[in-house]
C-alpha cells in the first residue's frame, strides 16, 4: 500500500520518475481494488457497476501521472502515451517500455529513483 499513496500523493505529478515497482505495485492494487469494487457490486446485485466507473474516475488522472513518470524514467518523453492509441501495437510498446530497467544516473528528468529511495 506504500506505493499505490505514493502515487496518490502525487495525484497530478507529470514531472520526475518513477521506479518499476512504484508502477507495477499501484497498477496492481487497481485491478485489486476493481475486482473488489465488481464483486461487492454482484454481491448487492448490481449489474450497473457505478462504484467501479466512479473508482476509474478517481484514479484516471494518477495512473496517466504515474505512467509519463515510468516513461521519464526509462529517458522517454510522456507524448509516448500517445501509442496507447494504437490498437494492439501501441499497447505492446509502452508495455516492452515500462517493463525497461531504469536509465543509470540522472537524465532530463530528474535523479533515479532506485537511488532516491
Not at 502515487?7 to 481494488?33: D, H, P, Q
Not at 461487492?40 to 478517481?58: A, C, N, P, W
Not at 502515451?81 to 530528474?110: C, H, K, R, W
Request: proline share 3%; hydrophobic share 50%.
Amino acid at each position: 500500500m506504500y506505493w499505490y499513496a505514493k502515487v496518490m500523493k502525487k495525484y497530478a505529478v507529470f514531472s520526475g520518475r518513477a521506479s518499476r515497482t512504484e508502477y507495477w505495485i499501484f497498477l496492481l492494487c487497481n485491478v485489486l481494488i476493481a475486482f473488489m469494487l465488481g464483486l461487492f457490486e454482484s454481491v448487492l446485485g448490481s449489474s450497473r457497476g457505478v462504484l467501479g466507473m466512479l473508482y476509474s474516475l478517481v484514479v484516471f488522472l494518477p495512473t496517466i501521472a504515474v505512467s509519463v513518470r515510468r516513461l521519464h524514467d526509462t529517458g522517454r518523453s510522456g507524448w509516448w502515451m500517445l501509442m496507447a492509441l494504437i490498437p494492439v501495437i501501441g499497447t505492446i510498446v509502452l508495455l516492452v517500455f515500462t517493463i525497461e530497467d531504469s536509465q543509470s544516473g540522472e537524465n532530463p528528468y530528474g535523479s533515479n529513483p532506485k537511488i532516491a529511495a
